[in-house]
């Protein structure tokens, strides 16, 4: 993975559910820090109309940081994809 700002790094992780509702994935730092641990993202998609909602749930998590870094990378991410789409229209 490559973030705005900072090096790259690596996650790795296993698929767990992939189908056009839903998906579900483990997600985990390489190298990990101390205050990680293996997460479950999963992701859901339902449609609202001519749009299609997001619901995110990722954890376990050690600490509120490394919640707030996840969260923060996701919210990053989501908002970059909604201005992918919304240029394209």
Known sequence: ????????????????????????????WEPPDPDDQETLAQLSFGATGDSTEVRLEQGPFKTEARRALHRDGWTDSLDRLAELITDRR
Do not use: K, N
């Not at 790094?9 to 559910?17: C, D, H, K, Q, S």
């Open 1 to 28: 993975m490559q973030p705005p700002e900072g090096p790259a790094f690596a996650v790795t992780g296993t698929f767990r559910r992939v189908d056009p509702s839903e998906l579900a994935f483990t997600f985990e």
